[in-house]
C-alpha cells in the first residue's frame, strides 16, 4: 500500500493559525509584536530564496520584518558590532543571519554574539546546549521541523528505532537529541557509515528515518522497512526538478507515512523560525 504523505503545508497551517491568534492576542495585551532582525552579508541565490520566504511568513503572521543588507566586504568586527547593537535594542524579539558568510568571517563566532534569548534558529551554544538537556525554548529550526513531522505521524515514539542519516549541526545532530529526549532509540550515520558501505544496513531496520545529506536518491526505496516513517530533509536540483534524498516512488510503497520533496519539511523550517521569535518575544517580555 501506497505511504500517506507528510505535507509540510498542512502541519504548517495550524501551526500559524495559533502564532496569528498568539500574536494578536500579544498586541492587544503588550502594545507591540515580535520583530524579526534578517541579516544577509554579500549575495547568494539560495539565501535571497529563504529572506523571501520569512518576510512573507512574517508578514502574513503580523511580525514585523527588517532586512539588513552587508556588503561582502563587510568585516567580522562590524558585523558583531550590529550584532551587538540588535541585542540592546528592546524592540528586536529575533535575529537570524543568513549562511553562508563572506570569506573571513567565523560563522560560530557570529552566531555565538546573537544574545541566546533573540537566537531566532536556535543555533547559539546555549541553545543547542538546552537541546541536550531537553529543555530548549529555541531548538534549531528544520530539527524542530522534522520532530513536528515525525509527531505528525501520530506513531508512539517511546522506544521506536530511529536513523538519521546526515550529522550536521543544524539538521541530524540536534534532531538526534530531541529523538532521545523522547526515549527513541536513534542512530546517527555520516559520511563514514556510507564509506564503509552500512548505510542499508542502519536504513532497514527504522521505523523513523530521517535523511539530511543532499545528495539524490542516496536512500534507496528497497532499503526502508515496512511501515516505516520517513522524512525526507534533503533539497537536491536535478535538471530542473528538486528531488529528496530518498528514492521516492520506491520508498512510499513500503513507507507508512513519508514528507514530498519539495513541499515536506521546507514549508515548516520557516514557521518554525516564527514560531521561534514568537517565543523569544515571549520570553523577553517574561511571558510563559
Ligand atoms: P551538511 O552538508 O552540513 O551535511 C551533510 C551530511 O551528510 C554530513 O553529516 C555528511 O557526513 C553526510 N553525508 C554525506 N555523504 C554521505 C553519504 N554518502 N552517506 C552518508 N552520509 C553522508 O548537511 P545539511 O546542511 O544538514 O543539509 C543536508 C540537506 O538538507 C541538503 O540537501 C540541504 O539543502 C537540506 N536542507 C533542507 C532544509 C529544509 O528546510 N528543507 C534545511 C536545511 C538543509
Redesign the pocket.
Known sequence: MSAQLLEGRTIAGKIKEDLKKEIEALSKSKGAVPRLVSIQAGENAASAVYIKSQKKNAENLGIEYMLETLDSNITQDSLLDLIEGLNKDKGVSGIIVQLPLPKGIDHRVVMSAISPEKDAEGMHPENLGRVLLGDATLAPC?AS?AMELIKSAGVKLYGKEATI????E???KPLSMLLLNKFVTTCV???A??ERGL?PEHVKHAEILVV????AG?VKGDWIKQGAVVID????RVGDKIVG?VEFDAAKERASFITPVPGG??PL?VTMLMKNVVAAFKMQHELK
Not at 542519516?165 to 550536521?168: F, M, Q
Not at 530533509?233 to 537536491?236: A, E, K, M, R, S
Request: proline share 0%.
Open positions: 528544520t521541523a542519516v546526515g550529522h550536521s543544524i539538521v541530524g550515520c555520516h559520511i557509515t556510507g548505510l539530511a545529506v543532499g545528495k542516496l530533509v534533503g533539497i537536491n534524498d519539511v521546507g523550517t
